[in-house]
């Protein structure tokens, strides 16, 4: 699975949008964007994936550049509650061949969310 | 509707003693991972079961460390001889029979505490 990069810290003020980046420089073309995230002391939680549209969800919406080398989670209103650690990592579904299970987490972006 | 249950939440024991920790998955999901994530790092995949069956244990340490998913009841990660270093949030995390391509479901994790 290829490698992400992922700022280690963010700030947003609450309600406004929340933006956060990742890059997958070396991502291969059968490999998808999945954004997880992880509230303190909880397990990680699924937000989305894509694998070159753009993507939105209840949750949030994942924006992916054209050439895939890297995207965008964006948190379109954020609370308190979206404090978290997120996760950004790409991979090859196991419906398509990919190993199962195995998820490579790095060290994610740690977004603040402050009133 | 209930999510992937790990019980329990909290579990503390002396060093030499076993740990047990259990791990119900989501309904309708067949498919059950570990996780480990020691205090102030990432999640690490440790073993991916399917009933009665350890597809990839290549997350295990090699010693102590075992795991299972009968075909009935929950999956059991089991840590015998436990010493400090054993200390960590234990996840485990689910998925459908058919792929893991909408993700996984976690739980919110066993903190084991050796003193």
């Known amino acids: 699975d290829a490698k992400t990069t992922q700022p280690p810290s963010m700030d947003c003020a609450e309600g406004r949008a929340a933006n956060l980046p990742c890059n997958h420089s070396t991502i291969s073309g059968n490999e998808y964007v999945y954004w997880y995230r992880q509230i303190h002391s909880q397990g990680p939680q699924y937000i989305i994936h894509g694998l070159k549209n753009n993507e939105t969800n209840e949750m949030a919406s994942l924006i992916i550049t054209e050439d895939r080398k890297s995207s965008t989670l964006i948190l379109p209103h954020a609370t308190l509650r979206d404090t978290a650690v997120y996760y950004c990592?790409?991979?090859?579904?196991?419906?398509?061949?990919?190993?199962?299970?195995?998820?490579?987490f790095g060290k994610g972006t740690k977004l603040s969310v402050k009133p | 509707n209930a999510g992937v249950m790990q019980n329990p939440r909290h579990l503390v024991r002396r060093r030499g003693q076993e740990a047990r920790l259990r791990c119900s998955p989501m309904?309708?999901?067949?498919?059950v991972y570990w996780y480990r994530q020691l205090p102030e790092e990432g999640l690490k995949f440790m073993v991916y079961l399917q009933k009665e069956n350890i597809i990839d244990e290549s997350g295990m340490p090699k010693e102590r460390f075992s795991a299972e998913f009968p075909k009935e009841g929950p999956s059991i990660l089991r840590i015998q001889q436990v010493v400090r270093g054993d200390s960590a949030a234990y996840f485990c995390?689910?998925?459908?029979?058919?792929?893991?391509?909408?993700?996984?479901?976690f739980g919110s994790g066993t903190r084991l505490t050796v003193v």
């Open positions: 995390a689910s998925s459908q029979k058919t792929g893991d391509h909408y993700g996984y479901t």
């Open positions: 990592i790409v991979r090859v579904p196991s419906d398509y061949g990919g190993s199962q299970g195995n998820l490579i």
């Open positions: 309904k309708g999901h067949s498919h």
